[in-house]
């Protein structure tokens, strides 16, 4: 097959050949004479047109090896002042080469994948002449095949690492070798070992929320499983949000990491890159050659420890609760508490001593089943891994253990609060999977997948602001344990491919998909023990609920225009909604500190993506890329226009000023110096005790001194 034949045909996807059996029937003929005569091989057969016009020898050859697409080594002192009559006609690579050295004294030698230009002797010359023509004798008569293209196969692996090198863009690769051995305890630990990327709030939500160059959050940085996207933007408080996206590492087969913006095929990259994941496929589980087989996993190791749940205190009475006692009483007799110290919460962290393997607190396990036949492929996997809250590194813990410098930098003396070799609370993580893979093949060039994927989270979580800071642990006992947050996500896909051999307008591919997550976290900004004082009973304020559901399409096609110009096109679509089952100041939710509460998210979202891209290669060592993307998005708050139909006046779209009002104070009529004084440190105490602003507490003595 020649160079260019194999070229063209190295653009399209390979394909298996069905057990179908047949017979070839072919005629080998051995030739050779000295070295010199030229074999009649299947690389003959391809012949082309040439109109190369007289002129010196040298000039000819260089000119038809360029347009035949082979090279020839010449020595030009030996050439000098010979000339050739050119070459016109119809001719395979080596009766060309034939044609034109046919009235000289040399001879074109086949050496590696091109040729040397050789002199010989004029009995010599006879000599591959006869044998030349014994040699087309023999080959009319033999029986002659038409031109055949052999595919070859790449797996997933082996191309996700060539392509780090091969495509014009910067990325890495993991392959499902590499996730397997390096994938350390949580998601988050994919992106070990590559440069510039991490993931946020790596044990503390049991997620990827990939940070590629800096470059983090929702839109920011897609993470792609299997075609499908099911981030989740979570409410971090001071900490800003997270984009968190959920999959087993042992579900996964390989891992792509697209670092900046790219116009990569069937990846709709932000402004800081892409995430691509790919689940496992058939050709994991099975060996090479077999039909039917199974895998089982098994891993086990030490330093976690299974998390102590705290027991909630929902609608107990805050009144002598001895799980949660007061600090102090108001001026009206309730029960005042310290937020930020809830002893139900708080646990002693366990010492490293009892860190056990044999112990089952980290243990993950997969199975795997597939199948396969000429037109059929199905794949089955169960994955469970159950890690508890983990234990203090001691090595290098002398920088966290310096005292504060600044008021709101907490990291120097972490260590202060989570001592080495002692439990760090809130980063448990248990997850069960089930992954389903189903492929027909009806065609060598159709393929059509159907995916599902269902998986139960449940992770260890803690607001940022709510982690225990060294002057709050001071004299006190313990840490805070809070409740564990729970997801449930499901994603199903559906993939066809359409890559006909013989037409380089059609390289087809389509993607419907559709994911729907549910979540229950503690990411609403409240307490898990709040008061509620008009009830008298303790309520759960800092829980948090949300349905997210994402369908979309993408589709995309490759043109061969010519054999050195294609033409890619693409596009998606994506339409996004979030709802929530929680409620709006609700009565028996709302407590004390439930200005810190974030009000339920809902909303609507579209998002549009056109994209094209030309690549022209007009010599091996040199790709030229041209291309463009076109997005466009559409959103919608439903919350926001729930409450302005209400008529909510937190939520007035337009505010116009009326009128001036002005506002004095005077002290009530009942209000004496004693009196004043009691409410002034009753007062007090509430605002050192719930972390109250000064300007709160200014609104608060005007509201029970003065009268307006």
């Not at 009830?535 to 979309?552: E, Y």
């Not at 505010?655 to 005077?666: E, H, N, P, R, V």
């Amino acid at each position: 097959m020649s160079k260019a034949a194999w070229d063209k045909k190295q653009t399209k996807s390979s394909f298996r050949v069905s057990s179908l059996a047949f017979a070839i029937h072919v005629a080998c003929v051995g030739i050779g004479a000295m070295g010199l005569a030229q074999s009649v091989s299947a690389q003959t057969l391809e012949s082309r047109s040439y109109h190369i016009p007289a002129g010196s020898l040298a000039s000819v050859l260089n000119t038809f090896a360029e347009q035949a697409g082979t090279t020839i080594a010449i020595d030009a002192n030996l050439l000098k002042g010979k000339s050739s009559s050119g070459l016109t006609g119809q001719y395979d690579v080596e009766s060309g080469f034939q044609r034109i050295l046919a009235p000289t004294e040399f001879v074109a030698a086949k050496v590696g994948s091109g040729y040397m230009l050789k002199q010989v002797t004029q009995a010599e010359l006879k000599t591959a002449a006869a044998t030349t023509q014994s040699t087309a004798t023999e080959y009319e008569n033999a029986v002659q095949l038409s031109p055949m293209t052999v595919f070859g196969t790449v797996s997933r692996d082996t191309k996700g690492q060539n392509d780090v090198y091969d495509q014009d863009i910067s990325s890495v690769y993991a392959s499902k070798e590499q996730i397997e051995r390096y994938k350390g305890a949580q998601p988050a630990d994919l992106f070990k070992g590559m440069v510039g990327v991490y993931s946020g709030d790596a044990r503390n939500s049991g997620a990827l929320d990939p940070s590629i160059r800096g470059v983090q959050g929702p839109g920011r940085v897609p993470v792609l499983i299997d075609g499908t996207e099911q981030a989740l933007t979570v409410w971090r408080g001071y900490n800003g949000a997270n984009n968190r996206s959920y999959i087993d590492p042992n579900l996964i087969g390989g891992l792509q990491v697209i670092k900046g913006p790219s116009i990569t095929r069937n990846v709709n990259t932000g402004v800081g890159g892409a995430v691509v994941i790919h689940t496992l496929a058939v050709d994991d589980v099975l060996k090479e050659g077999k039909n039917f087989g199974g895998e089982i996993k098994v891993e086990t190791s030490s330093n976690a420890v299974k998390p102590r749940e705290p027991q909630l205190l929902t609608g107990q009475s805050i009144y002598d609760n001895p799980n949660y006692p007061p600090v102090a009483t108001n001026w009206q007799g309730k029960p005042m508490f310290e937020p930020y110290y809830d002893p139900s919460l708080f646990k002693v962290a366990r010492q490293n001593k009892e860190n056990n393997i044999y112990s089952g607190d980290d243990v993950a396990t997969r199975i795997a089943l597939a199948g396969r036949t000429d037109n059929f492929e199905v794949l089955a996997a169960y994955a469970y891994r159950n890690k508890g809250n983990h234990f203090a590194g001691k090595n290098g813990s002398e920088y966290y253990n310096k005292p504060s410098q600044e008021r709101y930098n907490y990291v120097p003396y972490l260590a202060k609060v989570y001592p080495g070799g002692t439990e760090v609370p809130n980063t448990s993580l248990e997850t069960e999977s089930y992954l389903l893979k189903a492929t027909w093949k009806p065609t060598d060039e159709q393929r059509l997948e159907f995916g599902y994927r269902n998986s139960s989270i449940t992770n260890g979580e803690i607001l940022p602001s709510r982690i225990a800071w060294e002057t709050l642990v001071k004299n006190k006992t313990g840490v805070p344990q809070w409740p564990l947050s729970h997801i449930d996500s499901k994603a199903y896909n559906m993939e066809y491919k359409y890559q006909p051999q013989n037409n380089n307008l059609v390289d087809f591919y389509s993607n419907i998909w559709r994911t729907d997550t549910k979540s229950n976290t503690y990411s609403s900004g409240g307490f898990p023990n709040d008061t509620n004082e008009n009830l008298g009973i303790f309520v759960n304020s800092a829980a948090a609920n949300s349905d997210n559901t994402r369908q979309g399409i993408t589709l995309s096609n490759k043109f061969k225009l010519l054999s050195s110009l294609g033409l890619t096109v693409g596009g998606s679509f994506q339409k996004e909604k979030l709802s929530s089952d929680d409620i709006y100041k609700d009565p028996n939710i709302n407590g004390t500190n439930s200005g810190y509460r974030m009000v339920p998210r809902a909303g609507r979202r579209e998002e549009k993506e056109f994209n094209f891209n030309f690549d022209y290669q007009p010599v091996s060592w040199l790709t030229l890329n041209a291309g463009a993307r076109y997005q466009n998005y559409w959103a919608f708050d439903d919350f926001l226009n729930e409450r302005v139909n209400a008529g909510d006046p937190q939520f007035n779209l337009i505010k116009k000023a009326t009128a001036l009002s002005m506002i004095y104070f005077t002290k009530k009529a009942n209000m004496t110096p004693e009196r004043e004084q009691q409410i002034r440190n009753t007062l007090d105490a509430s605002a050192l005790a719930q972390g109250w602003t000064e300007e709160y507490k200014q609104k608060e003595l005007k509201r029970y001194i003065y009268s307006t």
